[in-house]
């Protein structure tokens, strides 16, 4: 099975930007479809973003979609998520999760990572 570890958290004050990694270990992350999901206090774990498995659509949430941007690197079997524009709605934790292909869920979570964006 897949092991996910995020990095690239942190504290960015509006319109800023950060990079979120997800490192993947056990399986070639290329594989997998792989999401980024995040979790405010109090709120319920939202979907952010998507990358498929082999032919990498994209895929996101309208409330970043023009400000993220999801890549893969085989190479170095890491997923990012290019956050620009943050805004302070944009603090959560945010997780990196892998689906099967044969799968409609998402079966392997990392820990996490927190992003806070000051106004």
């Known amino acids: 099975q897949v092991q996910l570890v995020e990095s690239g958290g942190g504290l960015v004050q509006a319109g800023g930007s950060l990079r979120l990694s997800c490192a993947a270990s056990?399986?070639?992350?290329?594989?997998?479809?792989t999401g980024w999901f995040r979790q405010a206090p109090g709120k319920e774990r939202e979907f952010v973003a998507a990358?498929?498995?082999?032919?990498?659509?994209?895929y996101y949430a309208d409330s970043v979609k023009g400000r993220f941007t999801i890549s893969r690197d085989n190479a170095k079997n890491t997923v990012y998520l290019q956050m620009n524009s943050l805004k302070s709605e944009d603090t959560a934790v945010y997780y990196c999760?892998?689906?099967?292909?044969?799968?409609?869920?998402?079966?392997?979570w990392g820990q996490g990572t927190q992003v806070t964006v000051s106004s």
């Open positions: 999760a892998a689906a099967r292909p044969d799968r409609q869920e998402y079966d392997y």
């Open positions: 056990g399986r070639t992350i290329s594989l997998y479809t």
């Open positions: 990358i498929s498995w082999s032919v990498g659509n994209t």
